[in-house]
């Protein structure tokens, strides 16, 4: 895929679920030789279970030339996104950001944010939050590239995997103010 290709964000239909699987497990695939298998597993199944979750607010894709390369979830706190609401969690959190190999490189991860920060703008939010792990090292370079910042008070381990978190500053930031 070139990178002059344009980069079109919606909200998921139904019929879309299956795109959204492939693109997922596609995305995350790579975790698949970094987790031990009975990890793997368990991050492969939650990945799954998360897709059809009633907690969801909402589901963005990612279409280029009419083809879905990514996708994200968000949730409207970290009690419908993790069942924690012992996070304090009480504004947006965008989850399973995934974008397919081959159209990496292309904006896609960073529209879907934008589209997931400008909506979450909409319905009164003043921060959008997300959580990661260093696993995902290209991942976290982005967030802080986009203007994401730390929130130490928002972390948890996952076994021994320390999950960092991350959050966007909505009225401040420059990702909004470049559309």
Do not use: C
């Not at 492939?22 to 975790?31: E, H, I, N, S, T």
């Not at 793997?40 to 990612?62: C, K, M, S």
């Not at 969690?89 to 159209?103: D, K, Q, S």
Request: charged share 30%; net charge negative.
């Amino acid at each position: 895929m070139a990178s002059t290709k344009e980069v079109k964000i919606r909200e998921a239909s139904l019929s879309d679920r299956d795109a959204v699987v492939r693109v997922l497990l596609d995305a995350y695939r790579q975790y698949e030789q970094t987790l031990d298998a009975e990890r793997w597993e368990q991050y492969r199944n939650g990945i799954l279970q998360a897709i059809d979750a009633p907690t969801t607010r909402d589901r963005l894709v990612a279409e280029v030339d009419g083809q879905i390369v990514g996708s994200v979830f968000i949730y409207d706190s970290s009690e419908s996104a993790y069942g924690a609401p012992q996070l304090a969690i009480h504004n947006p959190i965008i989850r399973l950001l995934g974008v397919t190999r081959e159209a990496r490189g292309l904006g896609v991860a960073t529209e879907l944010i934008r589209e997931s920060a400008k909506r979450s703008l909409e319905w009164g939010a003043d921060t959008l939050h997300l959580h990661t792990s260093d696993m995902m090292d290209s991942a976290v370079r982005l967030y802080e590239r986009l203007g994401f910042e730390r929130a130490h008070d928002k972390e948890f381990f996952n076994g021994d995997i320390l999950v960092k978190s991350y959050k966007l500053r909505l009225k401040e930031t420059a990702l909004l103010q470049a559309h």
